[in-house]
């Protein structure tokens, strides 16, 4: 009798045990939809643009038609020749989504759904239209700020933390997809940290909710009815959803949105450096025991971390506390640095750790990468040394000229360029500028023969270069091949 009933018991046990792991999935959406939408908002935009009036007034493919009509058949008669029509203004208007975060009506969304527009409405689930002011935008992440004018309160959305969200979880998207109007749909968050070559601090997470055209401003809400992101883009070769859509984590966005209320603009942390990923080979070569951190390829002069001390060459390993895994981790970190913060910097320098102390600048929004021109230098009859599959000439007034190089810039250039050779397997290109072989500065093809040749003698498997061209500084990994 006690081993039916223990058998009983571990039946019943086993059952509830499946119940439960099998309560993940929710049974609707139905009350966190009518608690959500009412803060959700549907934006209509219009900007008025200069340009030919159509031939035809039909739009679209018709008159595409039309106007390849009349170049094929030109008019006849004492009139004819090309149409000269005066260019005349006209409206072109956007739909996109955004939600209400305040009651007093501060509305985000994205840049791109308002970025140029005269005039901006905000449609509320009510069936209400109010014009919207934009308080301040970025293009940077993608998010912008309205605030509703009018004198009433609005319904409003908290925001979660996206950091504590996890691959798996539910998630729901309310928006305006197609300009339908305000429409949900429900996934789960397919990846987090997601880099799309979208801006230079992303970190997106990635979900299987059905966004659209029209989504983009809407928010991504958790379980809890909290915004953990902002939707933004989708990948899809049709225009539609193909259940990969990415959205700004909230915990990115706050940031960006505090500021862009309290300023008009965003005010980022600087460093002043200038970095590349640290890939397999350039770990090995620099000593450290795996891949990670940013390799500070040059120094902004008289920027923070000129100022700190730090150098290129250095890889960063920590920045006020945080860990940088990847590259790509640390221009966001030191953008939501507070300015003037003095933080920890950890550095790999030389097969040692370092500590550094740097207070962060302001980012000049303004500003852009200096970019040298293409290069127009050709071989200037200048000593020609090769090695590893390179031609090396040393930098001259010609050379410097055609790249419009600074006077004092010393390096040899890469004339000439075996693309079969390891040289150009580790990195190296066409016109780059080689400054410097390991911790030797170098001013000629000469001195890059003997600092490669002495390394090789001493049977170093591999030196870095440091190397400039059109996009900056950047350094290699040359693997030292004896049999070249």
Same mark, same amino acid.
């Given at each position: 009798?006690?081993?039916?009933?223990?058998?009983?018991?571990?039946?019943? @046990?086993?059952? $509830? !045990?499946?119940?439960?792991?099998?309560?993940?999935?929710? &049974?609707?959406?139905?009350?966190?939809?009518?608690?959500?939408?009412?803060?959700?908002? /549907?934006?209509? $935009? $219009?900007?008025?643009?200069?340009?030919?009036?159509?031939?035809?007034?039909?739009?679209?493919?018709? /008159? &595409?038609?039309? #106007?390849?009509?009349?170049?094929?058949?030109?008019?006849?008669?004492?009139n004819a020749g090309p149409r000269q029509n005066p260019p005349r203004e006209r409206e072109i208007g956007s739909l996109g989504s955004g939600f209400i975060i305040h009651p007093e009506g501060i509305v985000v969304t994205n840049n791109h759904v308002v970025e140029g527009a005269d005039e901006i409405t905000v449609n509320l689930a009510?069936?209400? %239209?109010?014009?919207? =002011?934009?308080?301040?935008?970025?293009?940077?992440?993608?998010?912008?700020? @309205? %605030?509703?004018?009018?004198?009433?309160k609005f319904p409003f959305v908290k925001f979660g933390d996206s950091q504590k969200s996890r691959v798996g979880e539910w998630v729901i998207a309310i928006g305006n997809p197609f300009g339908l109007g305000g429409s949900l749909s429900a996934g789960i968050i397919s990846a987090i940290n997601r880099d799309i070559n979208a801006g230079p601090y992303d970190s997106f997470i990635q979900t299987d909710t059905a966004i659209n055209r029209g989504n983009s401003?809407?928010?991504?809400?958790?379980?809890?009815? #909290?915004?953990?992101?902002?939707?933004?883009?989708?990948?899809?070769?049709?225009?539609?959803?193909?259940?990969?859509?990415?959205? !700004?984590?909230?915990?990115?966005?706050?940031?960006? !949105? #505090?500021?862009?209320? %309290?300023?008009?603009?965003?005010?980022?942390?600087?460093?002043?450096?200038?970095?590349?990923?640290?890939?397999?080979?350039?770990? @090995? $070569?620099?000593?450290?025991?795996?891949?990670?951190?940013?390799?500070?390829s040059e120094v902004s002069e008289g920027g923070p971390a000129d100022k700190s001390g730090i150098e290129a060459g250095d890889v960063i390993l920590s920045f006020d506390g945080q860990d940088i895994v990847q590259m790509r981790d640390l221009p966001r970190i030191v953008a939501e640095t507070t300015v003037d913060k003095r933080v920890s910097v950890i550095v790999f320098r030389k097969g040692a750790k370092k500590e550094l %102390?740097?207070?962060?600048?302001?980012?000049? =929004?303004? #500003?852009?990468?200096?970019?040298?021109?293409?290069?127009?230098?050709?071989?200037s009859g200048a000593v020609e040394q090769s090695i590893l599959g390179m031609t090396l000439v040393a930098l001259d007034e010609k050379i410097r000229e055609g790249l419009s190089l600074d006077k004092n810039l010393q390096g040899a250039f890469v004339s000439d360029l075996d693309n079969n050779s390891v040289a150009y397997d580790s990195g190296v290109r066409l016109g780059d500028i080689i400054t410097k072989v390991g911790a030797v500065s170098v001013q000629n093809g000469s001195d890059v023969v003997k600092a490669i040749e002495a390394l090789k003698a001493k049977k170093e498997g591999s030196v870095l270069l440091l190397l400039r061209n059109a996009n900056g500084s950047r350094f290699v990994a040359l693997k030292l091949d004896s049999k070249n």
């Open positions: 009798m006690l081993k039916v009933f223990n058998a009983a018991f571990a039946l019943i @046990l086993l059952v $509830t !045990i499946q119940t439960v792991s099998a309560r993940s999935a929710p &049974d609707g959406f139905a009350d966190l939809a009518e608690r959500l939408m009412p803060a959700v908002v /549907n934006i209509a $935009t $219009t900007q008025k643009v200069s340009g030919e009036s159509p031939h035809s007034g039909i739009p679209g493919p018709f /008159n &595409d038609m039309f #106007e390849e009509f009349m170049r094929k058949f030109p008019q006849q008669g004492p009510d069936g209400e %239209k109010y014009v919207a =002011e934009l308080i301040g935008r970025d293009s940077k992440t993608d998010l912008a700020v @309205l %605030k509703i004018k009018a004198k009433r401003g809407g928010p991504l809400f958790n379980m809890d009815g #909290e915004v953990i992101g902002v939707n933004s883009a989708i990948i899809s070769p049709s225009g539609g959803s193909v259940g990969i859509g990415f959205s !700004i984590p909230s915990d990115l966005a706050q940031n960006v !949105i #505090e500021q862009l209320q %309290k300023y008009g603009e965003t005010r980022r942390g600087w460093l002043g450096v200038r970095i590349q990923q640290v890939t397999d080979e350039l770990a @090995l $070569t620099l000593g450290l025991p795996k891949a990670q951190g940013a390799l500070v %102390k740097v207070v962060t600048g302001k980012l000049d =929004e303004t #500003e852009q990468a200096s970019v040298l021109p293409e290069s127009k230098a050709t071989k």
